[in-house]
């Protein structure tokens, strides 16, 4: 049974000039203990759709169109009381910035009971106990000793793993991680990215991993959705997608990482910005960074299309691989 | 003078000394009769390196291990507690301050290091006619050249930082190191806080300035697939020492020292298949309570009874040198 069916999802903002759609015909499912990687430059709206999919939009933001189907309920039409009981309890989430995710004048263990208590009576003894378990889990030597620590005693890396461990609390059946490694050294990063693929294969848990960086999310995800401009512009299988890319946009972003052979060369680059939200061309929303772009490219969209479950939005898809 | 490096740091020490409460120095003076032992970090020590003109040097580590301080002691933003800096062959502490202005910063974040309340065009002209770079008349012209060098619209350049893009900034940033006609700029961690296609493009930037202005770097960077890209010559720093260094690709392609190999082993990289992370342990320990013998001693998989006790000496290669007891074989 699929786990997340998010169906031709929309979401706008009200702004003073009207509503801007920041979201355009999101489709996309999820299989019970699948990797999702979810990969686009900053304002490409990956951050959007997570915080769609809980109901966390900031305010002004609301799904106009289309449904988040989660066990086959619907996220997107669910009331406040229903959210919470989902929120942090079936679905878990972990954002960049441990230090904002964190109360800083609350123990670490005064957070993890609530996280909890929010959703089950337990005897107190019991929920430490819960706890306690859930730090050794994520890693944390000396689990007691933090367990009764505050947020700023602790290192940058172990604040991400508590903030892992608050998210495991409740054995959630899928957990959306956004950035969550991004402000991290290079040894930590490997190091949470290790244990999250354990636990959730451990667990069997489904984890939709939101990162800018494709060569982070391409070592942990089973299939690889990339973003721009509100769009999903391709989505498949990590190996399809690193070895066969189709859309330029997704080229460009695996040649933007300088490789072994690179050095001396010049970077393959992607030319200009983004558009914004308000400002959408016509046609394909690409066309203008495209080396590939046609004049039929700036007057019409391009369809996605899947076949053999990779999927792409290109009329002038890459052909030959990498190169 | 074409042999001498335009940078040249030998035994370079920074320590820093954390003040002891009135109340700890009193109650060790009439329990221990002297005074409380002082807390001190040393947070570089002994850091050696030069980098000729034209050269890029990269300089990695992780969070904590002394990367930053070192820029900061060669832009004289820190004394050194120890050791000398000789820029162009003369101690950075008696260059004028004309000379100093050869010194130039880049940093992590633009919009912390732009004032947000002036337009980019009027911070950047503000430093021009604060040095006298050139003559008041002269300006706009000047300035579009290192508009156009730098790859920004000047139509931008009327507006205030926060109203163009990350990348737009950063070329905002590295505009205003050039406009003092710099002969070495400092790079700390210029492109960390980028996207990855916008990263490509300051990159290719720093590669293009160099070729033609024949500018020389000390780039700091946590992403070592940058610095092997961007970087001839590569220094690894672990807890204020330097570990390893070498020729950039000879040092990821056959790191000696064990924490170079994890580092780059623990480096994103983009694959087909899901990959087997073999993460180092721990993290970092704290620099106020160094370990004993080799400072890595307490995550290095490959410790024996040596390592915990003595300091690990400086092996050299042909072309680099590196600190360890139990380095990887040349296959």
């Given at each position: 049974?699929?786990?997340?069916?998010?169906?031709?999802?929309?979401?706008?903002?009200?702004?003073?000039?009207?509503?801007?759609?920041?979201?355009?015909?999101?489709?996309?499912?999820?299989?019970?203990?699948?990797?999702?990687?979810?990969?686009?430059?900053?304002?490409?709206?990956?951050?959007?759709?997570?915080?769609?999919?809980?109901?966390?939009?900031?305010?002004?933001?609301?799904?106009?169109?289309?449904?988040?189907?989660?066990?086959?309920?619907?996220?997107?039409?669910?009331?406040?009381?229903?959210?919470?009981?989902?929120?942090?309890?079936?679905?878990?989430?972990?954002?960049?910035?441990?230090?904002?995710?964190?109360?800083?004048?609350?123990?670490?263990?005064?957070?993890?009971?609530?996280?909890?208590?929010?959703?089950?009576?337990?005897?107190?003894?019991?929920?430490?106990?819960?706890?306690?378990?859930?730090?050794?889990?994520?890693?944390?030597?000396?689990?007691?000793?933090?367990?009764?620590?505050?947020?700023?005693?602790?290192?940058?890396?172990?604040?991400?793993?508590?903030?892992?461990?608050?998210?495991?609390?409740?054995?959630?059946?899928?957990?959306?991680?956004?950035?969550?490694?991004?402000?991290?050294?290079?040894?930590?990063?490997?190091?949470?990215?290790?244990?999250?693929?354990?636990?959730?294969?451990?667990?069997?848990?489904?984890?939709?991993?939101?990162?800018?960086?494709?060569?982070?999310?391409?070592?942990?995800?089973?299939?690889?959705?990339?973003?721009?401009?509100?769009?999903?512009?391709?989505?498949?299988?990590?190996?399809?997608?690193?070895?066969?890319?189709?859309?330029?946009?997704?080229?460009?972003?695996?040649?933007?990482?300088?490789?072994?052979?690179?050095?001396?060369?010049?970077?393959?680059?992607?030319?200009?910005?983004?558009?914004?939200?308000?400002?959408?061309?016509?046609?394909?929303?690409?066309?203008?960074?495209?080396?590939?772009?046609?004049?039929?490219?700036?007057?019409?969209?391009?369809?996605?299309?899947?076949?053999?479950?990779?999927?792409?939005?290109?009329?002038?898809?890459?052909?030959?691989?990498?190169? | 003078?074409?042999?001498?490096?335009?940078?040249?740091?030998?035994?370079?020490?920074?320590?820093?000394?954390?003040?002891?409460?009135?109340?700890?120095?009193?109650?060790?003076?009439?329990?221990?009769?002297?005074?409380?032992?002082?807390?001190?970090?040393?947070?570089?020590?002994?850091?050696s390196f030069d980098?000729?003109?034209?050269?890029?040097?990269g300089?990695?580590?992780?969070?904590?291990?002394?990367?930053?301080?070192?820029?900061?002691?060669?832009?004289?933003?820190?004394?050194?507690?120890?050791?000398?800096?000789?820029?162009?062959?003369?101690?950075?502490?008696?260059?004028?301050?004309?000379?100093?202005?050869?010194?130039?910063?880049?940093?992590?974040?633009?919009?912390?290091?732009?004032?947000?309340?002036?337009?980019?065009?009027?911070?950047?002209?503000?430093?021009?006619?604060?040095?006298?770079?050139?003559?008041?008349?002269?300006?706009?012209?000047?300035?579009?050249?290192?508009?156009?060098?730098?790859?920004?619209?000047?139509?931008?350049?009327?507006?205030?930082?926060?109203?163009?893009?990350?990348?737009?900034?950063?070329?905002?940033?590295?505009?205003?190191?050039?406009?003092?006609?710099?002969?070495?700029?400092?790079?700390?961690?210029?492109?960390?806080?980028?996207?990855?296609?916008?990263?490509?493009?300051?990159?290719?930037?720093?590669?293009?300035?160099?070729?033609?202005?024949?500018?020389?770097?000390?780039?700091?960077?946590?992403?070592?697939?940058?610095?092997?890209?961007?970087?001839d010559e590569t220094i690894v720093?672990?807890?204020?020492?330097v570990v390893e260094r070498g020729p950039s690709t000879a040092i990821m392609a056959n790191p000696r020292h064990r924490y170079t190999d994890?580092?780059r082993?623990?480096?994103?990289?983009?694959?087909?298949?899901?990959?087997?992370?073999?993460?180092?342990?721990?993290?970092?320990?704290?620099?106020?309570?160094?370990?004993?013998?080799?400072?890595?001693?307490?995550?290095?998989?490959?410790?024996?009874?040596?390592?915990?006790?003595?300091?690990p000496p400086i092996s050299t290669t042909p072309t680099g040198a590196f600190t360890c007891h139990n380095p990887i074989s040349i296959t």
């Open positions: 049974m699929t786990l997340l069916d998010i169906k031709n999802l929309e979401v706008s903002f009200s702004a003073r000039k009207g509503d801007l759609r920041i979201l355009y015909g999101i489709d996309l499912t999820l299989q019970p203990g699948e990797i999702l990687g979810l990969v686009g430059e900053s304002g490409s709206g990956k951050s959007v759709l997570a915080k769609a999919i809980l109901g966390l939009l900031p305010g002004g933001g609301s799904v106009s169109k289309g449904a988040v189907l989660f066990e086959g309920q619907d996220l997107a039409q669910a009331d406040p009381k229903a959210m919470r009981k989902i929120r942090g309890n079936r679905i878990a989430m972990i954002f960049q910035d441990p230090m904002a995710t964190l109360n800083p004048v609350l123990r670490i263990d005064e957070q993890m009971r609530e996280a909890i208590t929010a959703h089950r009576s337990l005897p107190r003894a019991e929920v430490n106990a819960r706890c306690i378990a859930i730090l050794n889990k994520v890693g944390i030597p000396a689990p007691e000793e933090r367990f009764v620590s505050f947020p700023h005693q602790l290192s940058g890396g172990m604040r991400q793993r508590i903030a892992i461990a608050i998210a495991l609390l409740n054995d959630p059946v899928l957990i959306l991680a956004d950035e969550a490694t991004t402000a991290l050294d290079v040894t930590v990063q490997a190091q949470i990215l290790h244990e999250m693929h354990r636990l959730c294969a451990d667990e069997g848990t489904a984890l939709i991993w939101v990162s800018h960086d494709l060569s982070v999310v391409s070592g942990i995800a089973d299939r690889i959705a990339v973003m721009y401009a509100g769009r999903i512009v391709e989505c498949g299988p990590v190996e399809q997608i690193v070895l066969n890319p189709r859309h330029p946009y997704t080229l460009g972003l695996i040649r933007s990482v300088p490789a072994e052979d690179s050095t001396g060369h010049e970077l393959h680059q992607i030319p200009g910005l983004m558009p914004s939200p308000g400002a959408l061309p016509q046609g394909c929303v690409f066309a203008a960074r495209c080396f590939a772009a046609t004049a039929h490219c700036r007057d019409v969209a391009p369809e996605y299309t899947e076949t053999n479950g990779h999927g792409f939005a290109c009329h002038v898809p890459n052909q030959g691989g990498q190169i | 003078m074409a042999d001498t490096p335009i940078l040249s740091v030998t035994g370079l020490t920074r320590k820093f000394v954390q003040s002891t409460p009135m109340t700890t120095q009193i109650a060790s003076l009439i329990t221990q009769r002297r005074w409380a032992p002082e807390k001190a970090v040393r947070a570089v020590n002994d850091v980098i000729a003109a034209g050269e890029t040097l300089l990695v580590g992780e969070s904590g291990c002394g990367k930053s301080t070192v820029a900061r002691l060669v832009a004289g933003l820190l004394t050194p507690t120890s050791g000398t800096i000789l820029f162009k062959g003369k101690l950075l502490q008696t260059c004028s301050q004309k000379e100093l202005l050869k010194i130039q910063m880049v940093f992590q974040d633009p919009l912390s290091s732009l004032n947000p309340r002036m337009r980019l065009a009027q911070q950047l002209t503000e430093a021009i006619t604060v040095h006298g770079i050139v003559s008041r008349s002269e300006q706009e012209t000047y300035l579009r050249g290192i508009f156009g060098d730098c790859g920004i619209d000047p139509i931008l350049a009327n507006r205030y930082p926060h109203q163009v893009s990350g990348g737009q900034r950063q070329r905002f940033g590295i505009a205003r190191a050039l406009a003092m006609q710099p002969d070495l700029i400092l790079c700390d961690e210029p492109v960390a806080a980028l996207d990855v296609s916008i990263q490509a493009q300051i990159v290719n930037l720093f590669a293009k300035l160099r070729r033609d202005r024949g500018l020389a770097y000390l780039f700091i960077s946590h992403d070592l697939n940058v610095v092997r890209h961007l970087c720093m672990y807890l204020g020492r994890d580092l082993m623990a480096a994103p990289r983009v694959s087909a298949t899901k990959r087997n992370f073999s993460p180092v342990h721990g993290e970092i320990p704290s620099p106020l309570s160094p370990p004993s013998g080799c400072a890595y001693h307490t995550r290095c998989r490959f410790v024996d009874t040596r390592c915990k006790t003595d300091m």
